[in-house]
């Protein structure tokens, strides 16, 4: 790479052990010499919808930063993530990235990464000959959209009101991020998205969103999922952890899901990069686990 040349941009792809599936995310295991405009550089050369960077090394404490295990993890590391455009305060497909190098490098275990959003505890383990990653989401919230912000966003979309489906209804849902979560009626309506960019961009910075959740459901405990991606530069994301984990909250919040599920979302389909990732809610627990695969592409 041209810019910061001496930095290791390592590549992999998340929710997917195809290098050719998933998202891929670039990951710098060591950026503790680069300040956020040298971060946005790389990220922005390198194109991917987001990229994570490891600044530094803690302690980590805390019940939030508890993992799966009951105790706080070895391994704390401050991340900061980047899309071609701008800082974001989580990402899901790069914080697997990030977790499946580190595993790679240092072998499996427990990890918690210090996000802006907060920290964010991930266990990776070995099944098989693949690594599997699940992070547990920071304490999520869903709340209603405005009728007019409903209206603008359907119409950037180019979708007809009639085209949602009206048992999933729409919401803004935050586990690290916001994401809008639209639910399409039909396999049909999810698979033809062809959106007014700059329009969708500007209701997104006025709403401060990430994504929009685009969904269809295909049985009880399976979705197909879509997530237009651009106040980050790109039409869409592949595969996005952190909307998956807003989901997960939208669907215990609107009682579509019970206090303990497993739920299979597929992403990625409609533009060539299959993508699996999946969904856990836990009784007495309101955060949200979200878990894949992930492989390291070749530069």
């Known amino acids: ?25 670039g990951v710098v295991l060591d950026a503790s010499g680069l300040d956020g405009a040298a971060m946005l550089a790389v990220a922005a050369e390198l194109g991917y919808s987001e990229s994570a960077f490891l600044t530094g090394r803690y302690e980590p404490d805390g019940a939030d930063s508890r993992t799966d295990a009951g105790s706080p993890a070895g391994r704390g590391y401050t991340i900061r993530y980047f899309s071609p455009k701008a800082e974001v305060p989580f990402c899901g497909h790069a914080t697997v990235a990030t977790a499946l190098a580190l595993a790679e490098r240092d072998g499996p275990g427990e990890l918690v990464f210090s996000t802006l959003a907060g920290p964010v505890p991930v266990t990776v383990v070995r099944e098989g000959g693949e690594l599997r990653a699940t992070l547990t989401s920071v304490e999520p ?5 405005a009728p007019d912000d409903l209206a603008e966003a359907l119409a950037a979309l180019d979708w007809p ?28 309506r999810l698979a033809d998205l062809s959106y007014d960019f700059t329009r969708l961009e500007t209701l997104m910075h006025r709403l401060d969103l990430t994504t929009l959740q685009l969904v269809w459901r295909a049985a009880p405990d399976v979705f197909h999922v879509r997530d237009p991606f651009p106040v980050g530069g790109v039409v ?13 909250a939208y669907l215990r919040a609107e009682g579509l899901a019970p206090d303990s599920a497993v739920v299979t979302l597929h992403q990625g389909e409609d533009m060539g990069r299959p993508g699996t990732l999946t969904v856990e809610l836990r009784a007495g627990d309101p955060r949200v686990r979200v878990s894949g695969t992930g492989t390291r592409i070749d530069a």
């Open 1 to 25: 790479m041209n810019q910061n040349s001496a930095t290791e941009v390592l590549r992999y792809t998340a929710f997917s052990a195809d290098p050719q599936g998933g998202n891929p995310a």
């Open 141 to 145: 919230h869903v709340t209603e959209i």
């Open 161 to 188: 009101a009639a085209d949602l489906a009206p048992a999933l209804p729409p919401r803004i849902a935050y586990a690290g991020a916001r994401h809008l979560v639209l639910a399409a009626a039909t396999r049909e």
């Open 236 to 248: 869409e994301d592949p595969a996005t952890g952190a909307a998956a984990a807003a989901f997960g």
